[in-house]
């Protein structure tokens, strides 16, 4: 894995640097061909690309980075484990 240099930009008051580690590592393992949409387009943006909005702390990084968090969260709250489950048919 690559290191992490986050820019000047401030974004420790939304996202330290240990969760853009986070983020980029997650996505650092995700395959090349993997593209993303971001919520206020319909443009397809690189798993490269991504990685470097993450660093760059920018609009279409800390969207991507709220997003990951809720699915964080979803995980621990045990409400994606609820979602997946199928419901067993009455009886």
Known sequence: MSEVSVSEQTC???FSEQA???IVARL?????DV???SGG???PISRDDMIKHVRDCDEI????MAIQ???FKAIRDG????ILTPKAPPV
């Open 12 to 14: 420790d008051e939304q």
């Open 20 to 22: 853009i580690k986070l």
């Open 28 to 32: 650092e393992v995700a395959p090349h």
């Open 35 to 37: 593209f993303l949409v």
């Open 41 to 43: 387009s319909d443009k």
């Open 61 to 64: 990084g800390k969207e991507y």
């Open 69 to 71: 968090f809720e699915f």
């Open 79 to 82: 409400r994606l484990r609820q």
